[in-house]
């Protein structure tokens, strides 16, 4: 995978000409980066994560999303969680874990400060 991605490398990013991807809150920039340092990891490859976004974009507009691009890094998110599964990165149940812990750790911080997440049975 190159170092640079144009808006004809993903399917339907929103895009600003100059300054690349568009994200409307941090957690998109997050799953954005995730994805690509994951492929770049050679955990798996970009055209296997086309595949994977595709097919959620799809599934997602035979449920009748209505694709304003709204709801886009929804579906990135969800497409990154099945493909960390199926290619063995991590199981449901630890994705499901994750999320748990992190919606805890989210209702247990103030307002601008970092948030630390802690796994639950960490003993921490």
């Known amino acids: ?29 997050t799953a954005f980066a995730m994805a690509v340092r994951l492929s770049e990891a050679g955990k798996f490859t970009w055209s296997e994560w086309v595949d994977y976004l595709s097919a959620e ?15 886009y890094y929804e579906h990135w998110l969800s497409a990154l969680e099945k493909l960390v599964v199926d290619k063995g990165l991590g199981s449901e149940a630890e994705l499901a874990g994750l999320k748990h812990d992190w919606t805890e750790a989210t209702l247990h911080t103030s307002h601008g400060q970092p948030i630390e997440l802690k796994r639950q049975g960490s003993g921490d």
Do not use: Y
């Open 57 to 71: 974009i799809a599934a997602a507009k035979k449920r009748g999303d209505a694709d304003l691009g709204d709801r």
């Open 1 to 29: 995978m190159s170092d640079t991605f144009s808006a004809d490398d993903l399917p339907k990013l929103p895009w600003e000409e100059e300054d690349g991807p568009v994200f409307k809150e941090p957690w998109e920039a």
